[in-house]
Each structure stands twice: as C-alpha cells, then as structure tokens.
C-alpha cells in the first residue's frame, strides 16, 4: 500500500468518526408551542404560543426527553405566584418531598441551593437543587438538579405563571410547567416522560388544591 493510499484511508476513518461524533452531539428543538397540552384550550394555547417559545423550548439531545404541563387554577395570579417563587419551600406543594435544607442566612437569588430530602418508594433519595431564573416581573422561575441519589440526571425545569380574566370578570390563573432530562440507562425515553409527567402532574394538582384554598381564605 502507497502513501497516497494510506493517507486517502487515514482521512476517511477521521471523515467516519466526525460523522459519528456530529450524530451523536445533534440536537433537536421542542416544539412544545404548536401542541395543546391537556388542560389547555386552542386559544389558551395560541396567547401563551410567544412566553412558551421563550421559556419552555430546549434543545434535546440523543438519550434525552422533554414534556410541556398546564394547569388551571381557580386563584389570583399573585396568590400563585407568591407559592412557586418559593425555592426554599417546594414541599408546600411539591408531593413526594419530605424536606427541604438551605444554608444559613440563604438569600433567594440566582445561583443558590436547596437540599431536598425525598419521601422512599421512589427512585431517589435525596437531590441537590440550584436557582436558575427568579422573574417576579414576569412570573417565572427555573430550577437544574446538580447533584444527589436520583435517576434524573441533568433534570433542567422552568415554571412560568400566567392570569386570565374573563368579560364576566371571572379570574383564573395557568401554569405551565416544562422540563428536560436524560433518559436513565435501562429505560426508554417514554417511560421516562411518563414518570416525570406523573409527578410534575400530581405537583400542579397540588399547587392548584393550595392556592385556590388560599385564594378562599383571602376572601374570607
């Protein structure tokens, strides 16, 4: 074999490996803006069609999976509101979670921590939490797990909060609340989805039961 030749075979085995390499590190957008989540009506969607582009599209990667949820809620957005800013307090409506740790003298600002402790049955023991967005001008925050005894592992979540008002008058408040996350080794990127779908599901039925009783108690 010729030098030419072995060159010519050399610069095809690194053309092949590039390809590889770009196939595997290829991304693709959500599209969570042109589908209706259940919950959500057509025209619901269409309004909230420009924040969900904003702050729920990710890019997903092979291995990875992403979901969008909404929930209505019978309460003011700022009732809402002042429950899911709390980073420091997710158990209020957070099923599953038996505790939650901040350091001494915590300041809710972008970057800090919380250590959540969760409830056994389930595939985790304890998660490491950082702020990555705190909007109260536009009702939106956003948390990445980075460390702890769980599956989910580069579990990325933003949750924004939106008010309606009917010609009636009638006030009501959406949530939408989306994620992206790995597919753990040994399961399927719908198995996946359908376990964290379930448990963000349960966490906004929850966040709904206790605003809307706060909501009751304000008029009151």
């Not at 399927?188 to 379930?198: C, Q």
């Amino acid at each position: 074999m010729n030098k030419a030749e072995t060159s010519s075979m050399a610069e095809a085995a690194d053309s092949e490996d590039s390809e590889t390499a770009t196939a595997a590190t290829e991304t693709t957008a959500t599209t969570h803006h042109l589908t209706v989540p259940p919950g959500l009506t057509q025209a619901e969607l269409q309004e909230l069609a420009r924040s969900i582009s904003e702050f729920h599209s990710y890019q997903v990667g092979p291995g990875q999976c992403s979901s969008l949820l909404a929930q209505r809620i019978h309460a003011p957005l700022l009732t809402v509101w002042s429950v899911v800013r709390r980073f420091d307090r997710p158990q209020t409506y957070k099923h599953f979670i038996k505790s939650c740790q901040v350091e001494d003298g915590f300041e809710m600002r972008v970057g800090c921590l919380r250590e959540v402790n969760v409830i056994s049955g389930l595939p985790a023991a304890t998660s490491t939490e950082r702020l990555d967005i705190l909007d109260d001008e536009r009702h939106v925050t956003g948390f990445s797990i980075i460390g702890g005894e769980h599956r989910l592992r580069n579990y990325r979540s933003v949750t924004t909060v939106h008010e309606y008002q009917n010609q009636e008058g009638e006030i009501w408040t959406v949530v939408l609340e989306s994620y992206v996350v790995d597919t753990p080794e040994g399961n399927t990127e719908e198995d996946t989805r359908l376990f964290a779908d379930t448990v963000v599901k349960l966490n906004l039925q929850k966040l709904a039961s206790v605003t809307e009783g706060l909501a009751r108690d304000q008029v009151m």
